[in-house]
């Protein structure tokens, strides 16, 4: 079965109920199906079979519908981000070789460009401007050609993760690493045609554009906005009554902040990724989505979802919760050698979630120890079967002989009152080899000191792993995901754009 094998049965079943919406345009089932239908027949005829689709696009009703239909004709959707550079953009377009590009960006065009004049035009403008820029690019009129089912197997997404270079990293999917998915996630949530569901997110984030076709395929209605703004997302929630909202913990605090005293009862899962949600901020989160429960996930592009935290499973404070539906999680040495309970070790993943490979970029160095895949994140389970996670091995800091993880600390630092994000760095040391570096963005109209910083830490942390420099960072840099940008913070800290806490 393919990602939008879904979509035909939703049309038939519900063919003038709304199947997506984009702030504030509309598309019903039935169109929705005819439209990537058609879009599908007409990349089919551009594109030779197992040729990829490259998008430059931003997030709006050309990029939602022509990802649906690549995916319906079979097609390799490789999904750029707009806002790369364009050296970066015409960097990946020569490594992923795609059979054709889509972009708004005319100074881009070039063979086998096709060239959008509005991306954000309504969805019913998209496949009537497609096939005329498909007829400039390539001389002719292109005929739709006949479609038949994708097998599951086949790659259908080229999405993009930063490298540890900075570098964006692309990984493969097949059909079913997303469609088996979908049953863990019906397993989990039991998202249904009865939900509506918020993806507030730019779809180069794979969150978003994974709550897009899930949404489709379990037959919801799904509405999207071009960036995140948490006003918007909040008017969305309260106009489409939605049911179920994706976000990362840096818009969901950004929502609770603009919310104010407002509730929204409507919404009955807040689903979240990326990073911990702060335990001081969960009773905010009860007040102002009320009637919701709250997951959040810990995974990896390449492995999907491992684990599950629901805040009504009693899971531990220091764990990311235990293994997601159809997920094996075990804890390995280098070697392959499995840990005991309690004991650290490479966290290894089996599911039928795993990614195919890479597509350019940057590779990781993946361990593999048969059908279980292990991206480096350190980590052990508990008896209970909760797993914890140390840190990543690539950050790593090895400090006076001892190896250091500062996931770690900055969870520690990070459940102080006055502390919003931590990062712990390792800085060169000739006595240590590496210190232990603290930057911290506070929380607003709060100051606190680096030594109360340090009493702190030293309530949880053995003396070796509490940092004795504590730094203050007013404009705190974050990936495109919304996540602690670690490498931009190194350059801040090098630069000397901080404040020293005392």
């Known amino acids: 079965m393919s990602v939008t094998a879904a979509l035909g049965r939703h049309a038939a079943e519900a063919p003038g109920r709304d199947a997506l919406v984009f702030e504030d345009a509309r598309l019903s089932w039935r169109d929705l199906d005819h439209a990537a239908h058609r879009l599908a027949g007409l990349i089919a005829a551009t594109t030779p079979a197992g040729g990829g689709v490259a998008l430059h696009l931003p997030t709006g009703p050309a990029l939602a519908l022509i ?73 002719h009129k292109a005929r739709a050609a006949r479609v038949a089912e994708p097998d599951a197997g086949l790659p259908f997404y080229v999405g993009f993760t930063s490298g540890s270079t900075g570098l964006p990293k692309g990984y493969r999917r097949d059909h079913r690493s997303w469609t088996e998915s979908f049953r863990g996630d019906a397993q989990e949530f039991g998202i249904g045609p009865d939900d509506v569901v918020l993806a507030p997110g730019t779809l180069t984030h794979s969150l978003f554009l994974y709550a897009l076709v899930h949404g489709l395929h379990a037959g919801a209605r799904v509405v999207l906005c071009r960036r995140f703004r948490p006003d918007l997302a909040l008017r969305l929630i309260e106009r489409e009554q939605a049911t179920v909202l994706y976000g990362v913990p840096t818009q969901l605090q950004l929502m609770l902040d603009a919310a104010g005293d407002k509730t929204f009862a409507s919404l ?200 004795r420099l504590y730094a203050e960072v007013s404009d705190w840099p974050l990936t495109r995901s919304g996540k602690t940008d670690f490498e931009a913070l190194g350059q801040t800290w090098a630069a000397g754009r901080f404040t020293r806490l005392r």
């Open 67 to 139: 990802f649906l239909a690549a995916a319906r004709a079979g097609r390799e959707a490789q999904v750029l981000d707009p806002d790369w550079p364009e050296a970066m953009t015409r960097g990946i377009l020569a490594e992923l070789a795609p059979a054709v590009t889509v972009t708004a960006e005319p100074g881009l065009a070039g063979e086998r460009t096709i060239v959008l004049a509005d991306p954000l035009a309504p969805f019913q403008a998209v496949e009537p401007a497609f096939a005329v820029a498909a007829e400039q690019a390539f001389g």
């Open 268 to 467: 009955r899962w807040v689903l979240s990724s990326g990073a911990k949600w702060p335990r001081q901020a969960r009773q905010a989160l009860s007040r102002a989505f009320p009637e919701s429960q709250f997951a959040e996930f810990y995974g990896a592009s390449e492995t999907s979802f491992i684990t599950v935290a629901k805040a009504a499973e009693g899971v531990p404070e220091t764990s990311v919760g235990r293994a997601f539906s159809g997920v094996r999680v075990t804890i390995r040495d280098r070697a392959g050698r499995r840990m005991p309970a309690g004991r650290a070790g490479f966290v290894f993943v089996e599911s039928p979630f795993l990614f195919m490979n890479y597509a350019c970029g940057e590779t990781a160095d993946l361990l593999r120890q048969g059908d279980a895949l292990s991206v480096g994140d350190i980590g052990y389970l508990d008896r209970q079967g909760f797993l914890h996670l140390v840190g990543r091995a690539a950050r790593k800091i090895v400090t006076s002989a001892k190896n250091v993880y500062p996931e770690e600390i900055e969870r520690v630092l990070e459940s102080h009152p006055a502390v919003e994000a931590a990062a712990v760095l390792g800085v060169a040391d000739i006595r240590r080899g590496e210190r232990l570096v603290a930057l911290v963005r506070l929380r607003p109209d709060l100051a606190v000191a680096g030594a109360a910083l340090i009493a702190h830490a030293r309530l949880a942390l053995p003396l070796y792993k509490v940092p």
